[in-house]
Structure formats: structure tokens, C-alpha cells
């Protein structure tokens, strides 16, 4: 059973920065694409960051030029750096792989909120 847990969230004022983690267990992240999501509530999870086994990297408009997905396989991490944060980036931040088979079970999630 994989399990996904993710961590680093917070509350930070506008144009702070925060860096999350997402730790796998029961499964091995080499190989795979991986992803960050975010959810706030009443909306469907939105795709943020994409980062394939190579290192290739892709972001959403919204995000582009302030996050940064990295990856460390041998830790079987996923990160994601959060510069210049913005009230509209409140919400629960997932990881997940991206896979023809679909995703992982989700995890609980890392509650960020950008607040003053």
C-alpha cells in the first residue's frame, strides 16, 4: 500500500515563501512523473506542478516563475519551493504520481494559507 504524506505547510503573510515535502512509502517515486495539486473548498483539485523522472518540469500560468517542483529520488521525496505567495494560493496542497493507471490514495494534504 503506497502512502503519501506531505508536510511544510503554514500560514505566511503575502510574498512569503514556504517549501513542501511529499514522502512516499510502499513504492518507489524513481521512474515516475510526479505532481503537486492544490484544493480549496467547493473547487475541484487543480494541477500546480509537474516534474518527470528526467527533471523536466511544468507549471500552471498561475504559479509559473514562483514555485519550483524538485525531486529526490533517493529520499523518495517530492518538494515544492513557494516564492512570492499570494492570498490565491490558499488552499491544501496533495502530491500524487502521474500514471496511465491513475493516482496514488491521496494523502492528508499540507494546509498552506497566505494571509496577513
Known amino acids: 500500500q503506497v502512502q503519501l504524506v506531505e508536510s511544510g505547510g503554514g500560514l505566511v503573510q503575502p510574498g512569503g515563501a514556504l517549501r513542501l515535502s511529499c514522502a512516499a512509502s510502499?513504492?518507489?517515486?524513481?521512474?515516475?512523473?510526479m505532481a503537486w495539486y492544490r484544493q480549496t473548498p467547493g473547487k475541484q483539485r487543480e494541477l500546480v506542478a509537474t516534474?518527470?523522472?528526467?527533471?523536466?518540469?511544468s507549471y500552471a500560468d498561475s504559479v509559473r516563475g514562483r514555485f519550483t517542483i524538485s525531486r529526490d529520488n533517493a529520499k523518495n521525496t517530492v518538494y515544492l519551493q513557494m516564492n512570492s505567495l499570494k492570498p490565491e494560493d490558499t488552499a491544501v496542497y496533495y502530491c500524487?504520481?502521474?500514471?496511465?493507471?491513475?493516482?496514488?490514495?491521496w494523502g492528508q494534504g499540507t494546509q498552506v494559507t497566505v494571509s496577513s
Open positions: 500524487n504520481r502521474i500514471a496511465d493507471l491513475g493516482p496514488w490514495p
Open positions: 510502499g513504492s518507489s517515486l524513481s521512474g515516475r512523473s
Open positions: 516534474i518527470t523522472n528526467g527533471g523536466r518540469t
